[in-house]
């Protein structure tokens, strides 16, 4: 073999094996109409890879989930009647056999019952799956009180164990900041928990700017959780998209599809449960506003036209969830559903990218869009614990 085809089959394998660990990586496809040759390197079609990896991982804590989760509540509490749970049961371990690998519950959702329904569910799974549970938020006689004193936090860590059947929570978020226990002194109870090994990481839930930095400088949380959407953008403007940012601090984006609205399936003849359902008392799903809002929806639909994925037009919801994926690659969304074939068609929205000049006119448009109704009722309890 001459000097120069010596050189040239080395830079051939070189090829093959750069070609060989994208694949394997699970960036993305590839075939061989996807790669061209341009200078000696190994360039693919940017519409067969998905933008991000298929995970991400929770703030600095190592800790890696799917990059869309699923958000459980509605299986058991919150949104109409709870689920049937063998058939629930069936939803979530056929959710892990898809490549969910991060599940959201609480203690107050039932309350117990999401809990105990996962802890069953997801038993057989406990090294392959991430659990989130959250704690402090309570509805003694129907009032919201939160709790997040010590002695509190010991008594929820050690019932959630019981009821997800685990030796230590991957996640244990503060469900609502509680003004009456200095967040420092929350942090420091968190850092007893990992320590003693009945938590690995925790994270905060809806709080506010100077929460996040104060909880931070003690004992950092690798998550924030809030409601985050194409309908529901105030974590842009409030500062805490930046700080968390700032911080490495992931965002894990609850309602990520509106509570619903963004499947693109709700009109003004909606109705929800009058006592089951939250929604019912809430502004953005009245009749006025269902039928105001499809503006939205309208605009999603124009932008799926020209999107699609595994050959078929992307969703409502696809495009939804994919807009966030793009938007921040520190933000996992949660959509929750209770039917087997959303778990996949919200998993594939993963493999929707949208570029830079894509997302700068599709939030243009959105900016534009006067979201109608409230997230919660003003001068409710829900309103009063947001932001703090």
């Given amino acids: 073999m001459s000097q120069q085809t010596r050189r040239e089959f080395l830079q051939n394998s070189s090829k093959f094996i750069t070609a060989l660990a994208l694949f394997s990586s699970g960036i993305g496809t590839l075939n061989a109409q996807s790669i061209t040759q341009n200078k000696g390197e190994i360039m693919q079609d940017s519409k067969t890879l998905p933008t991000e990896s298929l995970t991400r991982t929770l703030g600095k804590s190592g800790i890696k989930v799917s990059s869309i989760g699923l958000g459980c509540m509605g299986m058991s509490a919150n949104h109409g009647p709870a689920r049937d749970k063998k058939e629930m049961i069936k939803l979530l371990q056929k959710a892990v056999d898809l490549g969910y690998t991060f599940f959201d519950t609480a203690e107050v959702y039932g ?81 007893m928990l990992v320590k003693e090994g009945k938590i690995k990481a925790w994270a905060l839930g809806e709080a506010g700017v100077k929460t996040i930095e104060k909880a931070h400088k003690v004992f950092a949380p690798v998550a924030m959780q809030s409601q985050y959407s194409m309908a529901f953008r105030e974590l842009e403007n409030n500062g805490i998209m930046d700080t968390c940012e700032k911080l490495g601090i992931t965002i894990i984006a609850y309602s990520p599809l509106d509570r619903g609205f963004l499947g693109g399936s709700f009109d003004k003849n909606t109705t929800f449960h009058p006592t089951l359902d939250f929604r019912a008392s809430m502004p953005r799903y009245t009749k006025e506003a269902l039928e105001e809002n499809q503006k939205v929806i309208d605009f999603i639909k124009d932008v799926a036209k020209n999107k699609s994925i595994n050959g078929k037009p992307a969703s409502v919801a696809q495009v939804a969830l994919a807009w966030i994926l793009s938007n921040k690659s520190f933000v996992v969304p949660i959509p929750e559903t209770t039917k087997i074939h959303r778990l996949e068609e919200n998993l594939n929205a993963r493999l929707l990218h949208f570029s830079q000049e894509e997302l700068k006119e599709i939030n243009a448009q959105l900016n534009k869009l006067v979201i109608v109704g409230e997230r919660y009722a003003p001068g409710s309890d829900a309103a009063k614990s947001v932001g703090l």
């Fill in 111 to 191: 309350p117990h019952t999401n809990e105990e329904l996962l802890g069953e569910a997801l038993k057989p799974y406990k090294d392959k799956v991430i659990i989130n549970t959250k704690f402090g938020f309570y509805y003694p006689f129907g009032k919201q009180q939160l709790d997040s004193s010590r002695k509190s936090i010991i008594r929820a860590v050690d019932g959630s164990l019981r009821r997800l059947q685990r030796d230590c929570i991957d996640l244990y978020t503060q469900h609502r900041v509680d003004i009456d226990t200095p967040i420092e002194e929350v942090a420091q109870t968190m850092q």
